[in-house]
T-cell receptor, first 115, second 113 residues
Framework: ETGVTQTPRHLVMGMTNKKSLKCEQHLGHNAMYWYKQSAKKPLELMFV???????ENNSVPSRFSPECPNSSHLFLHLHTLQPEDSALYLCASSHSPGVSGNTIYFGEGSWLTVV | GDSVTQMEGPVTLSEEAFLTINCTYTATGYPSLFWYVQYPGEGLQLLLK???ADDKGSNKGFEATYRKETTSFHLEKGSVQVSDSAVYFC????????????WGAGTKLIIKP
């Protein structure tokens, strides 16, 4: 139990579907993150939210749309995805980003397959 | 820019062997250094960290020492177990990365009984 819970753990969706990934953290943190982990590629930071404001958006295609309604919840809305978007999507949380030595805590990830 | 280089895997060892996974970095400032571990089918967990030169991070029998002179943070364990089989990621954060984590590519470790 890491304190960061992601649902669903596995998702299969067609290219025309709309789905969402959900993340909830119980650690009292005020920053939340989405990462993408693909086979044979380094971990990619997608989005960072601090105090519910997006502070980082690493050139992610608009077919990925994040939402952070409060400091405990983070969503990733998915629409018209491509097969190359199939990956493990990891949510994470921390105390405020921009602090030296800040530790990030990860959820167990959502495995996404786009068919 | 900041970067982290890890030894390529997979690394295959027998149970009770000595483990070293090399990690070197380049950074513009004075980074904090981390090792994360990812067990099969799971997310990443912090294994250990060090925030200044000569600090030693340790956890679960693993150790790594922050060596500024060689810009390294090698992970070591004296006697590995089958349950240590996982992917290990080295990472840094510093002012140059706006304190976001810069990740190595990961090293897969396989321990055979």
């Amino acid at each position: 139990e890491t304190g960061v819970t992601q649902t669903p753990r596995h998702l299969v969706m067609g290219m025309t579907n709309k789905k969402s990934l959900k993340c909830e953290q119980h650690l009292g943190h005020n920053a939340m993150y989405w990462y993408k982990q693909s086979a044979k590629k380094p971990l990619e930071l997608m989005f960072v939210y601090s105090l519910e404001e997006r502070v980082e958006n690493n050139s992610v295609p608009s077919r990925f749309s994040p939402e952070c309604p409060n400091s405990s919840h983070l969503f990733l809305h998915l629409h018209t995805l491509q097969p190359e978007d199939s990956a493990l999507y990891l949510c994470a949380s921390s105390h405020s980003p921009g602090v030296s030595g800040n530790t990030i805590y990860f959820g167990e990830g959502s495995w996404l397959t786009v068919v | 820019g900041d970067s982290v280089t890890q030894m390529e895997g997979p690394v295959t060892l027998s149970e009770e062997a000595f483990l070293t996974i090399n990690c070197t970095y380049t950074a513009t400032g004075y980074p904090s250094l981390f090792w994360y571990v990812q067990y099969p089918g799971e997310g990443l967990q912090l294994l250990l960290k060090a925030t200044k030169a000569d600090d030693k991070g340790s956890n679960k029998g693993f150790e790594a020492t922050y060596r500024k002179e060689t810009t390294s943070f090698h992970l070591e364990k004296g006697s590995v177990q089958v349950s240590d089989s996982a992917v290990y990621f080295c990472a840094l954060s510093d002012l140059g990365s706006n304190y976001q984590l810069i990740w190595g590519a990961g090293t897969k470790l396989i321990i055979k009984p």
